[in-house]
């Protein structure tokens, strides 16, 4: 399986964040973290019903509080906690768009995307998963059904367009089967395939 990386930029008012860290508030901004049926920056296209199905499953990770996601992509599927900056609090669907709450944690990794958010450096979210692809008949990669959502991580460059973190009142917001996966999560999707869900 190959490691499937999809970007998202993120824009932001620094000085919400600035306002957040010196009250010790949890910065929290929503987010696009992901688009169905829509070809990115990549080249790649997610059918709605492979996201559809994996948003499902990455929902148990939410209500456990370990969806994390990292401070840069890694070369790897696992989450290295080391390295953990964020966490995604909650998603929805918005039409084809995948929205999420994401905290950026205390942590030395979410310390420097803070430090780079007070600055004004723009940062993106992208998600992280295993799978292969197949070519539609334009010649476009789409994900097949053996891909697996992993995390969404922040980075420096994004691929699906207009997913910036936009200022919304006091909230910043954005506009828009492996060994690598854990073995609760791999349970988790065979009793939502079993159910249908």
């Known amino acids: 399986m190959l490691l499937l990386r999809e970007f998202h930029s993120l824009s932001y008012d620094n000085k919400l964040v600035k306002e957040a860290r010196s009250n010790n508030q949890p910065v929290v901004v929503k987010a696009l973290l992901q688009r169905a049926d829509s070809l990115n920056q990549n080249g790649r296209r997610y059918p709605r019903t492979i996201l559809e199905r994996e948003i499902t499953n990455y929902e148990k990770a939410i209500s456990e509080g370990r969806a994390c996601g990292e401070l840069d992509h890694p070369e790897s599927s696992i989450v290295n906690l080391a390295n953990i900056s ?15 709450s994401v905290e950026i944690l205390p942590t030395p990794k979410g310390k420097i995307a803070l430090d780079l958010m007070s600055s004004g450096i723009k940062l993106g979210i992208s998600s992280r998963g295993v799978g292969e692809t197949e070519k539609d008949d334009e010649g476009n990669d789409v994900v097949d059904e053996s891909y697996m959502l992993v995390a969404f991580d922040l980075v420096s460059e994004p691929s699906t367009q207009e997913a910036w973190l936009m200022k919304e009142g006091k909230e910043i917001s954005f506009a828009v089967g492996s060994r690598s996966i854990p073995k609760a999560d791999r349970l988790n999707r065979i009793i939502n395939e079993i159910l249908g869900k």
Request: hydrophobic content about 45%.
């Open 86 to 100: 964020h966490v995604i609090r909650e998603v929805w669907w918005d039409g084809d768009d995948v929205l999420g």
